[in-house]
């Protein structure tokens, strides 16, 4: 569960925007600029009013081994009970507490979805407290002293049954947030700060 979240050396790379704009203009492209397969584009969209695409991902929290399949946008926006479900998976799972995700995180996770097919993302670590974040930069390296984890904006994970090397390189191909990729741990972070990389070299 490490992060480079606040980190600004070793191979991070950075653009001068400010994260919040590009990470908008970013996600405006991303329905033209990813090549959604007929398999991607029938589970974004499901039944209902035709014309109508519905954001759906699906999770398994590999510390508390709980479920979750949701749709959490449509073409009117967020679904707010749906964003409420995600916020409670994603919270710290030692201590209890959840705080609002940046929802921007689930967009991401959509359109890597979208690109590279796959199921169900395995959530290494969501949320962190403060006090969590302490604990594990104790004992543990990599750990950033500000990060983004703990503003909910940050997310580690793995995509069942695709690489998580080819996972890291389409998600740097976005071009939208940070990226880090952690092979011997095998999961990738993502967050919605400014663009930048970090971690192993990619295949």
């Given at each position: 569960m490490a992060d480079h979240s606040t980190h600004s050396h070793g191979t991070t790379q950075r653009k001068t925007v400010p994260h919040r704009r590009l990470l908008l203009k970013g996600l405006a492209?991303?329905?033209l600029a990813l090549p959604f397969s007929s398999a991607s584009a029938a589970t974004a969209r499901t039944?209902?009013?035709?014309?109508?695409t519905k954001?759906?991902?699906?999770?398994r929290h590999t510390h508390t081994d709980e479920l979750l399949d949701v749709v959490f946008r449509d073409?009117?926006?967020y679904i707010a009970p749906a964003i409420q479900r995600m916020n409670w998976l994603l919270r710290d799972h030692r201590s209890g507490e959840m705080i609002h995700m940046d929802p921007q995180l689930f967009d991401i996770l959509h359109a890597l979805r979208a690109r590279c097919g796959g199921e169900t993302f395995e959530i290494i670590?969501?949320?962190r407290s403060p006090l969590t974040n302490a604990s594990l930069r104790s004992h543990?390296?990599?750990v950033a002293k500000n990060s983004l984890h703990m503003d909910g904006r940050a997310i580690d994970v793995r995509l069942v049954g695709f690489d998580t090397a080819r996972l890291s390189q389409a998600a740097v191909d976005l071009g939208i947030g940070g990226v880090g990729y952690y092979p011997?741990?095998?999961?990738?972070h993502v967050d919605t700060g400014d663009f930048r990389t970090w971690g192993a070299a990619r295949s």
């Open positions: 492209a991303l329905p039944a209902g009013t035709a014309g109508t954001y759906q991902l699906k999770f073409n009117r926006g670590s969501g949320y543990r390296r990599g011997r741990a095998d999961f990738l």
